[in-house]
């Protein structure tokens, strides 16, 4: 097939907080430079017209965007100074912080809110809207955004040197068959290229496979958030306010916690956040955040609203010790791909938006020099060390491991790692963290007894009123990708579902998938046997690829990690507004 080849200096994979900053500040780096070499203020050679591209595989810049968000303004405000009298879409600053510890029945004011979760000074965002508007300034600096294009493959030399990447085909039917808009994707040539594909990215999952970049580091561990949006029907709940919650309706044996965060208009953000690493296999974080809206604080506070969207997305919550090496050659890894998000703190927007500059100005040298091989881009990492991004993650290093040892245990530990700057104490450091998946249990070991028509939540009702079915939900994130097209969750050995995932965990990724994208369906009355004497079962996996919401918590959650997640054809996936 004829691919366009097109070259660009600089290519950055996603259109994220990470990438943004860090298309933007090496756009104004170089501007500076060259103006400074014009007026003579520094000498050396200008770096003349440096193409730089930012590729996206949402409709628009922003689309994808989910997050809480609470904002430590650091990042920002050493990316632009300015960003309040430039406009920067914020919702409001932090006016209170509130910790509750919910009982089934009771939400318990603590009289000290944990020091992770202060939030003065701070503000609350859409990251969906900050986002477009960093997009905005990337393309008044001269950046080349290109919204729509999934970055598919990374494209290497003989010698595995990244050299850019290759951007989705478009056009192919379900079949795989080219359609009358069949357009190949386009080799994207590029000097360095910079993955900034937030948590679990799919390139970035292959680069570091391929090149090793995770050896000798734990293991990353996820946590998904899954959240609404409410109107309310006046000012019970002011724009400003700050609630993080522990406790209902999590067990102790899973990480958990909630927030509501007071925006403009009487709209609510409220979400609940399920460790990744649970072990109860009919745990199902889209109806753990159902449940919190039931204990009576919430179902008080929402009484009379109105949901108005819905989203989920998984975090990267391993820290320090889970980070790969974030450089090869002709590639630099940012933001949430490389894990520099603070899971104590729930905040990893200012750390996304440092690290992209970091990235910026180890570009900017690698582009004066000319080399962009390992060696010069692995100043990045040297940089990181020496930022304020480093002790504020060694800070929390073990905090996420401990959680293993239980919620009581994972909090004094919490409590001492702050305490004694991360150390915590020996018996609950993190020893062998292991990959969230594989604590997950078979319902043999976990009680059930091997019955996998168990259930966890029987007591609980979709009412439509509190309460929502995930196909509901999914209508509320505006879903949508082409079904005529192959999808783009590739189920490496359908065989297992029917019949060793079925028994051994009932088919967790109906429940762990918050967009009811797996289904198992009857095909028939009986398991037939085939001419070779093989069985066909009676159950099949459907997988309704159009609810996706892209996630990515299929490709980490699955216990046999046979569920691999691709880019679909550009712009398909949620249209995240105001999230
Ligand atoms: C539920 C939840 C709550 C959170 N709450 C907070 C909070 O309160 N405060 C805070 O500071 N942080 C919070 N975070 C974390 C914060 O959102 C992230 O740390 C931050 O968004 C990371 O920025 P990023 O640029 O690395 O990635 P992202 O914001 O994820 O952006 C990545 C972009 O890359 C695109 N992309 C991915 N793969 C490809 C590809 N192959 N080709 C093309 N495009 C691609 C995606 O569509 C997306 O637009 C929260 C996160 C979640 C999920």
Known sequence: MERESLEMDVVFVGAGPANLSSALHLARLIAEHDAAIGNGAREGRPLGDIQIAVIEKGATIGSHILSGAVMDPRGLAELIPDFVEQGAPLESPVNEDHFLYLTKKHAIRSPITPPPLKNHGYYIVSLNRLTAWLGEKCEEAGVNIFPEFPGADLLYDENDRVIGVRTGDKGIDKEGKQRANFEPGVDLLAKVTILGEGVRGSLTKKLVRRLGLDEGREPQVYSLGVKELWELPDDRYPVGRVTHTLGFPSDQWTYGGGWIYGMQNRVVNLGYVTGLDYRDPLIDPHAEFQRFKTHPFLAKLLSGGKMIRYGAKAIAAGGLHAMPRMFA?????????????????????????????????????????????????????????????????????????????????????????????????????????????????????????????????????????????????????????????????????????????????????????????????????????????????????????????????????????????????????????GM
């Open 329 to 577: 050659d002709g590639v630099l890894i940012v933001g949430d791909s490389a894990g520099f998000l603070n899971a104590a703190r729930l905040k990893g927007i200012h750390s996304a938006i440092k690290s992209g500059m970091l990235a910026a100005q180890t570009i900017f040298e690698a582009l004066l020099s000319d080399d962009f091989s390992a060696a010069t881009l692995g100043t990045f990492e040297t940089r990181v060390k020496e930022s304020w991004i480093t002790p504020e993650l060694r800070r929390y290093r073990n905090f996420h491991a401990a959680f293993r040892h239980g919620r009581w245990l994972g909090m004094a530990n919490a409590g001492l790692q702050y305490i004694t700057g991360g150390r915590a104490w020996g018996i609950l450091d993190r020893d062998h963290q292991e990959a969230g998946h594989e604590a997950m249990q078979k319902l043999s070991a976990y009680g059930y007894n091997g019955d996998a028509s168990a259930q966890r939540y029987p007591e609980l009702r979709f009412d439509g009123q509190l309460t929502f079915n995930k196909v509901t939900d999914v209508y509320h994130a505006a879903v949508s990708h082409d079904e005529d097209q192959p999808a783009h969750l590739h189920v490496l050995d359908t065989n297992i579902c029917a019949t060793r995932c079925a028994e051994e965990y009932g088919n967790p990724c109906q429940r762990f998938c918050p967009a009811a994208v797996y289904e198992m369906v009857d095909v028939a009355q009986t398991a037939s046997v085939n001419p070779d004497g093989t069985e066909t079962p009676r159950r099949q996996l459907q997988i309704n690829f159009s609810n996706c919401v892209h996630c990515k918590t299929c490709d980490i959650m699955d216990p046999y990690q046979i569920i691999n997640w691709v880019t679909p054809e550009g712009g398909g996936g949620p249209e995240y507004k």
